[in-house]
C-alpha cells in the first residue's frame, strides 16, 4: 500500500516570508500525480498544485512551487511571499499511478504570522 | 458553475441512532468519493463510484455503514447505528474519470458534513 508522510505536524512564518512544507511518499509506480492540498478552517479543501512524475520539471503557480525528487520520492511545497490567507491546513496527497484514488498525508498547519 | 454540495453541514446524534450524508457533485463529473476525516488527520477513502456502480467500497465497515448512488448523479452515505467512534468530518468529492487525459486525478471536495455522536 502507497503511504504518504508529512513530518511537520505545525509550522508558522511571518508574513511575506518563505516556508518549505515536506513530504515523502512510498509508491512502486512509475508514473503517478503528486499534489498539495489546501484546507483553511472550516472550508473545503482545494488544489494548490499538482506534479505529474514523468515530468522533471518542477510545478509551479503563482507563489506556490515544489521540490520534486523523484529518486528520493520527496515532495516539498514552498509557498513565497506569505500571505495571512495562506493560513490552513496543507495535504499532501499521491494517487499511486491509480489516476482515482488520492491516499493523503496527515497534515501540516501552517500559520501566516502578521 | 456550483461545487460539489453537501449536506448537513452539520449533525449531532446520541449513539446508537442512524445518520445520513447527502452529496451533489459538480456536473459532468462521473467519479464520486466519500472520505473520513478524522481530526488531525487526512482523508482516508470510504468509497468511489463510477457513475452508479462502487468500484472500490474495501474500507468501508459495511456493517454499519452504507451508501448509494442510484442515478449516477448525487449519493447518499448511511450510518446505522451511529457509535461515538463515527465522530468525523465525512468528505464528499468528484473527478471527471473516464479516460487518461481527461481525468488528471484532481479530486473538487464539499464543505464536509460534520458529525458528532453523543
Known amino acids: 500500500a502507497q503511504t504518504v508522510t508529512q513530518s511537520q505536524p505545525e509550522m508558522s512564518v511571518q508574513e511575506a516570508e518563505t516556508v518549505t512544507l515536506s513530504c515523502t511518499y512510498d509508491?512502486?509506480?512509475?508514473?503517478?500525480?503528486l499534489f498539495w492540498y489546501k484546507q483553511p478552517p472550516s472550508r473545503q479543501m482545494i488544489l494548490v498544485i499538482r506534479?505529474?512524475?514523468?515530468?522533471?520539471q518542477n510545478a509551479t503557480e503563482n507563489r506556490f512551487s515544489v521540490n520534486f525528487q523523484k529518486a528520493a520520492k520527496s515532495f516539498s511545497l514552498k509557498i513565497s511571499d506569505s500571505q495571512l490567507g495562506d493560513t490552513a491546513m496543507y495535504f499532501c496527497a499521491s494517487d499511486g499511478g491509480s489516476n482515482y484514488k488520492l491516499t493523503f498525508g496527515k497534515g501540516t498547519l501552517l500559520t501566516v504570522n502578521p | 458553475e456550483a461545487g460539489v454540495v453537501q449536506s448537513p453541514r452539520y449533525k449531532i446524534i446520541e449513539k446508537k441512532q442512524p445518520v445520513a450524508f447527502w452529496c451533489n457533485p459538480i456536473?459532468?463529473?462521473?467519479?464520486l468519493y466519500w472520505y473520513l476525516q478524522n481530526l488531525g488527520q487526512g482523508p482516508e477513502l470510504l468509497i468511489r463510484y463510477e457513475n452508479e456502480e462502487a468500484v472500490d467500497d474495501s474500507q468501508l465497515p459495511k456493517d454499519r455503514f452504507s451508501a448509494e448512488r442510484l442515478k449516477g448523479v448525487d449519493s447518499t452515505l448511511k450510518i446505522q447505528p451511529a457509535e461515538l467512534g463515527d465522530s468525523a468530518v465525512y468528505l464528499c468529492?468528484?473527478?471527471?474519470?473516464?479516460?487518461?487525459?481527461?481525468?488528471?486525478?484532481?479530486?473538487?471536495f464539499g464543505e464536509g458534513s460534520r458529525l458528532t455522536v453523543l
Open positions: 506534479q505529474e512524475a514523468y515530468k522533471q
Open positions: 468529492a468528484s473527478s471527471l474519470g473516464g479516460l487518461a487525459g481527461a481525468n488528471t486525478g484532481e479530486l473538487f
Open positions: 509508491t512502486s509506480e512509475n508514473n503517478y500525480y
Open positions: 456536473s459532468g463529473h462521473n467519479t
